[in-house]
Structure formats: structure tokens, C-alpha cells
């Protein structure tokens, strides 16, 4: 399984971003597909995750503001960030879980700044 994440960039504090990742088959094989971040000197944490029923997860941090989708036909998921602040700067990476199998993309760097 491979993952390409994209969409990362400068941005203003208040504005938005959306994140795409796009897996090399089915996104509905994977159990759970997530979102994870990392900023420097930091431990990656989780962000948002999907489940392949549709159910979906949030960091307390992002709730409300960052919303997690995907795309069957695309085989891609996404994660539509709004009211960003200096705090979400990271590296964001994402993830799948197919059977005890779990896959990363490449990170994309996402730079909250004024």
C-alpha cells in the first residue's frame, strides 16, 4: 500500500487548508485511515481518523475545526482544516491499518504563521 499526502503550505492564522491523501487501492479495504502531526521537537500525534464504516474521530484540539472525508472513486482521503492557528504548524502525515498491516505517507508540512 502506498500513500501520497498533499496540500500543505503557509497560511494565516484563521485560514484554511485541505490536506489530501491518496492510496495506491481501495480506500474502503483499510479498517481505519488517520491523520497525524508532528511538530518539531514533539512526539506525532494523532489528529482525526475514519474508520471504513464512516466513523470518525477528533483530537480535542481540532474539534470542530478540522473535518476528516474521503473519497471512494479517488481512493483518497482528506482533511479540511479551517480557523487554523500557529499551534496546528507540524509535518502532517497519514496513516492506513489494513489487517496488521499499517502504511504511512510522506509527511506535508503545514506552516500557520503571520
Known amino acids: 500500500v502506498q500513500l501520497q499526502a498533499s496540500g500543505g503550505g503557509l497560511v494565516q492564522p484563521g485560514g484554511s487548508l485541505r490536506l489530501s491523501c491518496a492510496a495506491s487501492g481501495s480506500i474502503f479495504d483499510f479498517r481505519i485511515m488517520a491523520w497525524y502531526r508532528q511538530a518539531p521537537g514533539k512526539q506525532r500525534d494523532s489528529v482525526a481518523y475514519?474508520?471504513?464504516?464512516?466513523?470518525?474521530y477528533y483530537a480535542d484540539s481540532v474539534k470542530g475545526r478540522f473535518t476528516i472525508s474521503r473519497d471512494g472513486a479517488k481512493n483518497t482521503m482528506y482533511l479540511q482544516m479551517n480557523s487554523l492557528k500557529p499551534e496546528d504548524t507540524a509535518v502532517y502525515y497519514c496513516?492506513?491499518?489494513?489487517?496488521?498491516?499499517?502504511?504511512w505517507g510522506q509527511g506535508t508540512q503545514v506552516t500557520v504563521s503571520s
Open positions: 496513516n492506513a491499518v489494513l489487517g496488521s498491516l499499517i502504511s
Open positions: 475514519i474508520s471504513n464504516s464512516g466513523s470518525t
